[in-house]
């Protein structure tokens, strides 16, 4: 698939979020919430945006959501679908659908967690439909 | 404390060059000021605030007041990407209305084309400490048109929006672009021409996209006691607002932009409605850009922008909502990738009724000028200003 054939650069990873980044190595999507008001935003801070509370903590995600919107970048070496998926815990996150055909993609379709390896650094959470 | 009345726009200036191979950055920031200034009847002595944003070389406004050789009292160089210059005009009030300064000057300068930039296309890193916001979107491939273009793919799943609405706003524009001589693209198009045009980045063909070019412009923007004194028509600034909007958390929403926030405080403060603006000047990077502005703004309902822009709406002696008479960013200029100053360009001659007589609206009293800087998909800064002919 044409993804596959794309290079990704690496993620320039930080304090704040390297817990993400070793997750993501694992094969595991991780989204910080809130323990004050309850909710979970993206990207990951420790500081939540909502409530400003510095309780916050990783929950893994289920892996589980629904295409928001997305563009097909056709002017690419190599085009890719560039896309905001909502997750099942809430927040809708910048990401590409990869390994299917572009042309049958819709908005609020399910889709599926998958990992894409990075040119020497974790690898990146992405979606495929489900 | 309001700025309605407090400030006037007193003269302007937009560089003609498209492709800027021999002239510097600081030299077309030079040559706007001083033709923004020679428009006023003032002179650089007279400027005792100066306005720059990140397209200035340098460190803020410092490398600029140097080359320029300016005192400036007071300096701001809030930088909101594209939509700065509007936002300037707004905080030039806010400094005239506090007595920071009488004369404040706003300069824009770029040169994409000569460098060879590939503007909209390629994904950028800012480069240094990155944006904490960086490592979970660049390595996906953001790029300027595919952002927008999602906002663009959502609004019309949402909406039922199509191509063929959003080609009527390139359309426009290039029926007003006929008449510039300045204007990148000169030729008019169709709404068949639009949408045949090659695909960029879904649903957002070629000629949805604004014109790449180099060059900048000029505002100098003026206390009341200044403009009595000055022979130019007066155009007051009575009101503006400005926002940033983002993905808030992971709560982002496509459908709207900052223009919904910004618009409306600038609204209030003017004490006007869109009913009342007969010339408005919307931020183009994309026909989707203006589509969606001019819904936040309040000129149509949320949702009905595609019925509002069609059939001609936005072209000039036609349609209800004149727009972007000097061919606007998708036909004419978007100097340095940053098209908000160009927007009160127009906006001006509007009022001064010194626009092309094949544009010109007649009895021209009132006009909106809005940016949007940054990604409309991402984050971005909106800035309105609503300018009045007295």
Known sequence: MAAQERKLPAPATSQETQAYWDAAAKGKLLVRKCTSCGQAHHYPRTICPFCFSDKTEWIEASGKGTLYSYSVMRRAPVPYAMAYVTLAEGPRMVTNIVDCDFDKLKCDQPVKLVFKPTDGGPPLPMFTPA | ?390
């Open chain 2, 1 to 390: 404390m309001s700025i309605k009345g407090k400030a006037y726009i007193a003269g302007i200036y937009e560089h003609p060059t498209r492709l800027a191979k021999d002239i510097s950055l600081a030299q077309i920031h030079a040559q706007c000021a001083k033709g923004a200034l020679e428009d006023a009847g003032l002179t650089k002595d007279d400027v005792d605030g100066y306005f720059c944003a990140g397209d200035a070389p340098g460190l803020g406004p410092m490398s600029m007041v140097e080359y320029m050789g300016l005192k400036p009292r007071h300096v701001d160089s809030t930088d909101t990407g594209g939509s700065s210059y509007v936002l300037h005009v707004g905080h030039a009030a806010e400094a005239i209305a506090a007595g920071k300064c009488k004369v404040a000057l706003i300069t824009l300068a770029g040169r994409p084309r000569a460098e060879g930039m590939a503007t909209g296309t390629v994904p950028r890193s800012r480069g240094g400490t990155p944006t904490p916001d960086e490592p979970f979107e660049f390595p996906y491939g953001p790029t300027v048109v595919n952002m927008y273009a999602m906002c663009a793919m959502r609004h019309m799943h949402e909406f039922g929006t199509t191509s063929e609405q959003l080609a009527w706003i390139k359309v426009a524009a290039s029926h007003h672009a006929q008449h510039n001589p300045h204007a990148l693209l000169r030729d008019v198009v169709t709404v068949e021409e639009v949408v045949n045009s090659p695909m960029i980045s879904d649903p957002l063909h070629r000629l949805d996209c604004c014109v790449i070019t180099d060059g900048g412009g000029a505002i100098v923007v003026v206390a009341p006691e200044i403009a009595a004194k000055l022979k130019r028509p007066k155009v007051k600034l009575i009101g503006a607002g400005e926002f940033v909007k983002t993905q808030m958390g992971g709560k982002v929403d496509l459908t709207y932009s900052g223009a919904r926030f910004s618009g409306a405080a600038a609204f209030a403060e003017a004490g006007v409605r869109p009913a009342d603006i007969k010339y408005a000047s919307i931020y183009d990077s994309f026909t989707i850009t203006v589509l969606m502005q001019l819904e936040d703004l309040g000129f149509c309902e949320k949702g009905k922008g595609g019925a509002f822009v069609a059939d001609g709406n936005l072209i000039a002696g036609t349609g209800k909502l004149p727009f972007n008479t000097d061919g606007g960013g998708l036909c004419s200029n978007h100097p340095g990738n940053r098209g908000g100053l160009t927007k009160v360009l127009e906006a001006v001659r509007q009022l001064r009724g010194e626009a092309h007589p094949a544009v010109q609206v007649k009895n021209c009293n009132l006009a909106v000028a809005h940016g949007t800087g940054g990604s409309l998909g991402l984050r971005h800064g909106s800035a309105t200003v609503i300018l009045e002919r007295e």
